[in-house]
């Protein structure tokens, strides 16, 4: 397409643009329940829904199938089985860890539905799924899911 | 069962500061930019009414015509609106609170295209809609083809 | 041949400047259970949904992802839209247009915005996010009402103290609606005085920042006279995305607001909108633009609005039933702000609004979503077909 004003170049221009954001996450009741049980009391707790008797972790307020509200809490030993994983080796920022790391699926005993965490203590090489973990919680707890620092083989 | 949670005197939340750069294609738009760098302001024409605008367009948002036109909007302007930010903002390039002296105007062309700029008076009662401005133009060297290249629009004299 | 559709079953949460208690999919179940209970329904009932927020302000990408499951209602056919601060009204819009295929029972529309998790998010809020065009100057919707206030009392004639007038009105619906957020009580002399963003707008005449979600419950006929007694018929709406484009450019204090609202009228035989229309929930993002969009929907002269507040002839029980809920300016959890207002418009024309209820039969009630540099959403409400 020819344009006049020829003395003006068409060269073709890109901008860089740079967003900052600073956002606040409420975790709500709910999940704050649940994250001041595993701060406070090293404890990983479960929701169940009064409808189906789902058992939800980490919890909701309401079902996902039922749409009931759900408020009966229940207390997990805080074992589980690891349903399925996959080993980190490339870095981006905001990556929580250093590469290499291990996280996976874990379904907690006595709950419904899986749980994404780190796995420690492991050789990368022989992680298995269906193999037996327990958490193991941070000297310094502060409200968050990191609060856990992994799941370990357990015996 | 609609009621509200009871409040808790302690709720957990979190903050997620994130700084991300894009890099926009101004495409067609180029133009402009360059112009800018050479000190000149540029708009597209419409070949149907003949409307300018800024910011440039390669199609005619009301008539849906190529416009293939550009046309040199000369360097100055008549007032058509005017604020002043009297309260620290949040500037999106920083993330910092900031407060600005200088007024925000809209300015309409020589050439019939309207933009924003910074007006130089900073007195807000001593302008008036329709008074003539001139652009302010920071050294050649400084330009990076972005609008704030014309650093101040000046009042003057008819 | 388009289905007639009705809105069955209306919802929202109580406005709040933050909740700290819910997260942002909690606070929008809290808004559906109240929406499927008015209209005596379960989730089973709901066949689509769609949902949005102004995504930019709540920091979240794919909401739907997370929302969905807390509200029950995964597997169930849907859209996540986002438009500024029309979200709401192209929300509406679009459940209205798929109810209308009549390919599905029971359309949910919800939206949301939870703004005080949002801090920082406004910077960039002027027209877009288009950084290169709207960024270079720290634009915001302050200073966008703040040039468009100073272009309308160039133009109008009008002073300081109508605005002042606008806000106390506005006030005064909003301590009857137990929905709203600002309740203030305020004076002429308290809003005068208020601290000046950007001059002519001062703190109060500017919405605020808002957590809250609203829904509605749209059906084909047949379906909503099954449901409901009392159905609204929704007799058209229309979405103007045409911006700054349209008529910014020749008229400063301008929206798209009288082309669509006019385009919607022409449409539906309404000659004298002051009498054929009852009740009005027009989106306001700040006082003065009340002013100015009373004058574009119709309802007098361009630039004489003003004297319709010196005059007295604007609130609840008077001349001008004009923004009954209290209006943009008493809550404004934008993405859900539209849609607060067509809850709003649903309640007047059920004669359900409670102590903001405008005396009278209301036979046709217009509500309307606003967003970035003047587009808008027409959404027209009818008692009866």
């Known amino acids: ?155 | 069962m609609t009621t509200e949670q009871k409040q808790d005197p302690e709720f957990i939340q979190f903050r997620y500061p994130r700084d991300v750069t894009y890099h926009h294609a101004l495409g067609y738009q180029s133009k402009f930019a360059n112009g800018l760098k050479q000190g000149r302001i540029l708009a597209t024409k419409c070949p149907v009414d003949g409307r300018c605008t800024i910011p440039p367009r390669i199609v005619c948002p009301m008539h849906h015509v190529r416009q293939t036109e550009w046309v040199d909007q000369g360097q100055r302007g008549r007032l058509i609106s005017a604020f002043k930010i009297n309260f620290p903002m949040f500037n999106s390039r920083t993330g910092e609170l900031q407060t600005w002296e200088n007024p925000i105007i809209a300015v309409e062309l020589e050439g019939g295209a309207r933009m924003d700029g910074w007006c130089m008076e900073t007195d807000t009662s001593k302008l008036k809609t329709g008074m003539l401005l001139e652009a302010v133009w920071r050294p050649e060297e400084e330009r990076q083809g972005r609008a704030d290249d014309i650093m101040y629009w000046k009042p003057i004299e008819e | 041949m388009a289905e007639r559709i009705a809105i069955v079953g209306v919802g929202q949460t109580h406005h709040k400047s933050k909740r700290p208690d819910v997260t942002t999919a909690e606070m929008c179940a809290e808004a559906v259970e109240r929406c499927l209970e008015d209209a005596q329904m379960s989730m089973k009932d709901i066949d689509n949904i769609i949902m949005g927020s102004f995504e930019v302000a709540d920091g979240y990408y794919s909401p739907d992802k997370w929302i969905i499951p807390e509200l029950g209602a995964v597997g169930k056919s849907g859209l996540e839209m986002q438009n500024v601060g029309t979200t709401g009204g192209v929300v509406a819009a679009t459940g209205f247009n798929i109810a209308a295929t009549g390919l599905f029972d029971a359309v949910l529309c919800l939206a949301w915005q939870k703004m005080d998790e949002a801090a920082g998010a406004f910077g960039r809020g002027g027209g877009g996010t288009n950084e290169y065009w709207t960024g270079q100057f720290p634009m915001s919707p302050i200073t966008n009402f703040a040039r468009r206030a100073y272009a309308y009392m160039d133009r109008s004639g009008c002073t300081e103290e109508h605005f002042a007038m606008v806000r106390v009105k506005q006030d005064q619906c909003a301590m009857k609606n137990e929905y709203a957020q600002l309740k203030l009580g305020l004076t002429l002399e308290q809003v005068m005085n208020d601290a000046l963003l950007a001059w002519p707008i001062r703190r109060l005449h500017m919405c605020p920042t808002t957590a809250g979600a609203a829904a509605c419950i749209v059906c084909p006929e047949e379906k909503a006279k099954k449901v409901t007694n009392k159905p609204v018929w929704v007799e058209d709406w229309f979405t103007c995305h045409q911006g700054g484009s349209l008529t910014m450019a020749e008229d400063p204090t301008s929206s798209t607001l009288a082309y669509a609202s006019h385009l919607v009228y022409k449409r539906n035989g309404i000659t004298n909108p002051p009498k054929d229309i009852q009740a009005w929930e027009v989106y306001e993002p700040a006082s003065p633009a009340e002013l100015r969009w009373i004058e574009e929907v119709g309802l007098c002269e361009d630039y004489t609005a003003w004297k319709l507040f010196e005059q007295n002839k604007v609130g609840i029980d008077k001349e001008i039933p004009f923004n009954p809920s209290g209006g943009v300016t008493a809550t404004n959890p934008i993405g859900a702000t539209p849609v607060v207002r067509l809850v709003e418009a649903v309640l007047q024309v059920r004669g359900d609004a409670g102590e903001h209820q405008i005396p009278g039969t209301i036979n046709r009630a217009l509500a309307t979503g606003y967003g970035g540099q003047g587009e808008n959403v027409i959404m027209l409400l009818r008692k009866t077909l």
């Open chain 1, 1 to 155: 397409m020819t344009q006049n004003l020829p003395e003006i170049p068409d060269t073709l221009v890109n901008v860089d643009v740079i967003g900052y954001s600073n956002f606040l996450v409420n975790t709500g009741a709910t999940g704050t329940k649940f994250l001041k049980e595993i701060r406070d009391n090293k404890k990983i707790m479960g929701i169940k829904c009064p409808s189906c008797g789902k058992v939800y972790v980490p919890p909701r307020l309401h079902c996902p199938t039922c749409f009931a509200r759900m408020s009966e809490w229940v207390k997990l030993s805080g074992k589980g089985s690891l349903t399925s994983y996959t080993v980190v080796r490339y870095e981006e920022p905001y990556l929580p860890k250093q590469p290499p790391f291990a996280y996976g699926i874990i379904q907690m005993d006595s709950a419904d539905t899986g749980m994404a965490h780190f796995l420690g203590e492991v050789d990368l090489d022989k992680i298995k799924i269906g193999m037996r973990l327990e958490p193991v919680f941070k000297e310094e707890r502060e409200g968050s899911i990191l609060d856990i620092d992994y799941f370990k083989p357990s015996s």
